[in-house]
T-cell receptor, first 114, second 113 residues
Framework: AQSVTQLGSHVSVSEGALVLLRCNYS??????LFWYVQYPNQGLQLLLK??????LVKGINGFEAEFKKSETSFHLTKPSAHMSDAAEYFC????????????FGQGTELSVKP | ETGVTQSPTHLIKTRGQQVTLRCSSQ?????VSWYQQALGQGPQFIFQ???????GRGNFPPRFSGLQFPNYSSELNVNALELDDSALYLC????????????FGSGTQLSVL
Protein backbone atom coordinates (compact mmCIF):
# COMPACT_ATOMS: atom_id res chain seq x y z
CA ALA A 1 0.00 0.00 0.00
CA GLN A 2 1.11 3.53 -0.67
CA SER A 3 0.89 6.51 1.66
CA VAL A 4 2.12 10.08 1.92
CA THR A 5 3.00 12.10 5.00
CA GLN A 6 3.44 15.85 4.86
CA LEU A 7 5.26 17.20 7.89
CA GLY A 8 3.66 20.40 9.09
CA SER A 9 0.10 21.34 8.26
CA HIS A 10 1.04 25.00 8.24
CA VAL A 11 4.32 26.68 7.27
CA SER A 12 4.92 30.41 7.49
CA VAL A 13 7.85 32.19 5.84
CA SER A 14 8.82 35.78 5.14
CA GLU A 15 8.83 37.12 1.61
CA GLY A 16 12.22 36.37 0.06
CA ALA A 17 12.97 33.51 2.45
CA LEU A 18 13.54 29.88 1.55
CA VAL A 19 10.46 27.71 1.22
CA LEU A 20 10.80 24.08 2.36
CA LEU A 21 7.76 21.80 2.41
CA ARG A 22 8.40 18.26 3.56
CA CYS A 23 6.98 15.06 2.09
CA ASN A 24 7.73 11.46 2.92
CA TYR A 25 6.15 8.52 1.18
CA SER A 26 5.70 4.82 1.57
CA UNK A 27 5.49 2.58 -1.46
CA UNK A 28 6.19 -1.06 -2.23
CA UNK A 29 7.13 -0.23 -5.81
CA UNK A 30 9.19 2.60 -7.31
CA UNK A 31 6.64 5.39 -7.26
CA UNK A 32 5.79 8.39 -9.32
CA LEU A 33 5.79 11.50 -7.11
CA PHE A 34 3.97 14.79 -7.52
CA TRP A 35 3.50 18.18 -5.96
CA TYR A 36 0.25 20.08 -6.55
CA VAL A 37 -0.79 23.57 -5.48
CA GLN A 38 -4.34 24.63 -4.66
CA TYR A 39 -5.40 28.26 -4.45
CA PRO A 40 -8.64 29.16 -2.63
CA ASN A 41 -11.79 28.03 -4.43
CA GLN A 42 -9.77 26.40 -7.20
CA GLY A 43 -8.76 22.94 -8.28
CA LEU A 44 -5.29 21.47 -8.16
CA GLN A 45 -2.46 22.62 -10.38
CA LEU A 46 0.58 20.43 -11.03
CA LEU A 47 3.82 22.04 -9.87
CA LEU A 48 6.18 19.22 -10.77
CA LYS A 49 6.50 15.46 -10.95
CA UNK A 50 9.12 12.76 -10.73
CA UNK A 51 8.78 9.60 -12.78
CA UNK A 52 12.24 8.30 -13.63
CA UNK A 53 15.69 9.67 -14.35
CA UNK A 54 17.14 12.79 -12.78
CA UNK A 55 16.22 12.99 -9.12
CA LEU A 56 16.17 16.80 -8.98
CA VAL A 57 13.02 17.96 -10.66
CA LYS A 58 12.29 21.54 -11.62
CA GLY A 59 8.75 22.78 -11.84
CA ILE A 60 6.76 25.91 -12.47
CA ASN A 61 7.01 29.16 -10.52
CA GLY A 62 10.60 28.47 -9.42
CA PHE A 63 9.81 25.37 -7.36
CA GLU A 64 11.91 22.24 -7.36
CA ALA A 65 11.95 18.92 -5.53
CA GLU A 66 14.48 16.18 -5.01
CA PHE A 67 13.65 12.49 -4.92
CA LYS A 68 15.72 10.75 -2.25
CA LYS A 69 15.05 7.04 -2.34
CA SER A 70 17.15 6.25 0.72
CA GLU A 71 15.12 8.73 2.77
CA THR A 72 11.79 8.03 1.00
CA SER A 73 11.41 11.79 0.68
CA PHE A 74 10.35 14.28 -1.96
CA HIS A 75 10.67 17.69 -0.32
CA LEU A 76 9.59 20.82 -2.19
CA THR A 77 11.78 23.93 -2.15
CA LYS A 78 11.88 27.43 -3.56
CA PRO A 79 14.85 29.74 -2.90
CA SER A 80 12.83 32.93 -2.46
CA ALA A 81 9.17 33.10 -1.46
CA HIS A 82 6.74 35.49 -3.12
CA MET A 83 3.45 36.66 -1.68
CA SER A 84 1.71 34.89 -4.57
CA ASP A 85 3.06 31.53 -3.33
CA ALA A 86 0.58 31.54 -0.42
CA ALA A 87 -1.62 28.50 -1.03
CA GLU A 88 -2.20 24.87 -0.03
CA TYR A 89 0.39 22.39 -1.27
CA PHE A 90 -0.20 18.68 -1.69
CA CYS A 91 2.32 15.91 -2.19
CA UNK A 92 1.05 12.81 -3.97
CA UNK A 93 2.28 9.38 -4.97
CA UNK A 94 1.10 6.97 -7.61
CA UNK A 95 1.88 3.45 -8.66
CA UNK A 96 3.31 3.57 -12.21
CA UNK A 97 1.08 0.62 -13.04
CA UNK A 98 -1.88 1.95 -11.10
CA UNK A 99 -3.65 3.74 -13.91
CA UNK A 100 -3.22 7.25 -12.61
CA UNK A 101 -4.71 6.86 -9.14
CA UNK A 102 -3.06 9.42 -6.88
CA UNK A 103 -2.64 9.10 -3.12
CA PHE A 104 -2.44 12.56 -1.58
CA GLY A 105 -0.97 13.80 1.65
CA GLN A 106 -2.96 15.94 4.07
CA GLY A 107 -1.60 19.17 2.62
CA THR A 108 0.56 22.01 3.92
CA GLU A 109 -0.75 25.55 4.00
CA LEU A 110 1.97 28.03 3.11
CA SER A 111 1.68 31.58 4.42
CA VAL A 112 4.04 34.31 3.21
CA LYS A 113 4.56 37.36 5.40
CA PRO A 114 5.55 40.73 3.91
CA GLU B 1 -7.40 27.29 -17.15
CA THR B 2 -7.17 23.51 -17.48
CA GLY B 3 -10.07 22.97 -19.86
CA VAL B 4 -11.84 20.77 -17.32
CA THR B 5 -15.19 22.20 -16.29
CA GLN B 6 -17.41 21.05 -13.45
CA SER B 7 -21.01 21.88 -12.66
CA PRO B 8 -22.54 23.04 -10.49
CA THR B 9 -19.93 24.96 -8.51
CA HIS B 10 -21.94 24.79 -5.30
CA LEU B 11 -24.78 22.56 -4.18
CA ILE B 12 -26.81 22.16 -1.01
CA LYS B 13 -28.69 18.94 -0.33
CA THR B 14 -30.34 17.32 2.65
CA ARG B 15 -29.51 13.97 4.17
CA GLY B 16 -31.00 11.04 2.24
CA GLN B 17 -31.24 12.88 -1.07
CA GLN B 18 -29.43 11.98 -4.27
CA VAL B 19 -27.03 14.21 -6.20
CA THR B 20 -25.44 14.24 -9.66
CA LEU B 21 -22.23 16.14 -10.37
CA ARG B 22 -20.97 16.73 -13.89
CA CYS B 23 -17.56 17.07 -15.50
CA SER B 24 -16.45 17.96 -19.01
CA SER B 25 -13.00 16.67 -19.84
CA GLN B 26 -10.23 18.53 -21.56
CA UNK B 27 -10.31 17.98 -25.31
CA UNK B 28 -8.48 14.80 -26.33
CA UNK B 29 -8.61 13.22 -22.88
CA UNK B 30 -10.26 9.80 -22.60
CA UNK B 31 -9.79 9.19 -18.87
CA VAL B 32 -11.66 10.85 -16.01
CA SER B 33 -10.98 10.48 -12.30
CA TRP B 34 -13.08 11.72 -9.39
CA TYR B 35 -11.73 12.75 -6.00
CA GLN B 36 -13.39 13.77 -2.74
CA GLN B 37 -11.68 16.47 -0.69
CA ALA B 38 -13.07 16.94 2.80
CA LEU B 39 -12.33 20.19 4.62
CA GLY B 40 -8.71 20.33 5.71
CA GLN B 41 -7.84 17.04 4.02
CA GLY B 42 -6.09 15.92 0.87
CA PRO B 43 -8.18 14.62 -2.04
CA GLN B 44 -9.19 10.96 -1.87
CA PHE B 45 -9.58 8.84 -5.01
CA ILE B 46 -13.17 7.74 -5.65
CA PHE B 47 -12.93 6.07 -9.05
CA GLN B 48 -11.65 6.40 -12.59
CA UNK B 49 -13.34 5.89 -15.95
CA UNK B 50 -11.55 5.00 -19.17
CA UNK B 51 -13.50 4.80 -22.42
CA UNK B 52 -16.82 4.54 -20.57
CA UNK B 53 -15.74 1.70 -18.26
CA UNK B 54 -14.82 1.92 -14.57
CA UNK B 55 -11.08 1.46 -14.35
CA GLY B 56 -10.25 1.44 -10.66
CA ARG B 57 -12.09 2.36 -7.49
CA GLY B 58 -11.08 3.70 -4.12
CA ASN B 59 -12.52 2.88 -0.72
CA PHE B 60 -15.98 4.34 -1.28
CA PRO B 61 -19.35 2.56 -0.85
CA PRO B 62 -21.51 1.51 -3.81
CA ARG B 63 -23.82 4.49 -3.32
CA PHE B 64 -21.05 6.42 -5.08
CA SER B 65 -21.39 5.61 -8.77
CA GLY B 66 -20.36 7.14 -12.04
CA LEU B 67 -20.77 7.28 -15.76
CA GLN B 68 -18.58 8.29 -18.65
CA PHE B 69 -20.19 9.24 -21.95
CA PRO B 70 -18.94 8.73 -25.53
CA ASN B 71 -17.67 12.31 -25.59
CA TYR B 72 -15.68 11.43 -22.42
CA SER B 73 -17.64 13.76 -20.16
CA SER B 74 -18.58 12.20 -16.85
CA GLU B 75 -21.07 12.17 -13.98
CA LEU B 76 -20.64 11.32 -10.33
CA ASN B 77 -23.82 10.16 -8.60
CA VAL B 78 -24.20 9.85 -4.85
CA ASN B 79 -27.31 8.21 -3.39
CA ALA B 80 -28.64 8.39 0.16
CA LEU B 81 -26.51 11.39 1.06
CA GLU B 82 -24.92 11.48 4.49
CA LEU B 83 -23.60 14.48 6.40
CA ASP B 84 -20.04 13.21 5.93
CA ASP B 85 -20.47 13.47 2.15
CA SER B 86 -20.07 17.23 2.51
CA ALA B 87 -16.87 17.98 0.62
CA LEU B 88 -15.30 19.43 -2.50
CA TYR B 89 -15.59 16.96 -5.37
CA LEU B 90 -12.84 17.23 -7.94
CA CYS B 91 -12.80 15.86 -11.43
CA UNK B 92 -9.53 15.28 -13.28
CA UNK B 93 -9.04 14.31 -16.89
CA UNK B 94 -6.01 12.79 -18.55
CA UNK B 95 -4.89 10.93 -21.62
CA UNK B 96 -3.61 7.42 -21.14
CA UNK B 97 0.04 6.66 -21.24
CA UNK B 98 3.04 6.01 -19.07
CA UNK B 99 3.56 9.67 -18.30
CA UNK B 100 -0.03 10.82 -18.03
CA UNK B 101 -0.77 14.17 -16.45
CA UNK B 102 -3.96 14.99 -14.59
CA UNK B 103 -5.79 18.24 -15.25
CA PHE B 104 -8.16 19.16 -12.44
CA GLY B 105 -11.36 21.14 -12.57
CA SER B 106 -12.24 23.72 -9.92
CA GLY B 107 -14.58 21.33 -8.18
CA THR B 108 -18.15 21.18 -6.89
CA GLN B 109 -18.64 22.15 -3.26
CA LEU B 110 -21.37 19.89 -1.85
CA SER B 111 -23.00 20.67 1.48
CA VAL B 112 -25.29 18.08 3.04
CA LEU B 113 -27.58 19.40 5.78
Amino acid sequence: AQSVTQLGSHVSVSEGALVLLRCNYSSSVPPYLFWYVQYPNQGLQLLLKYTTGATLVKGINGFEAEFKKSETSFHLTKPSAHMSDAAEYFCAVSDPLGGGKLIFGQGTELSVKP
Amino acid sequence: ETGVTQSPTHLIKTRGQQVTLRCSSQSGHNTVSWYQQALGQGPQFIFQYYREEENGRGNFPPRFSGLQFPNYSSELNVNALELDDSALYLCASSSTGVDEKLFFGSGTQLSVL
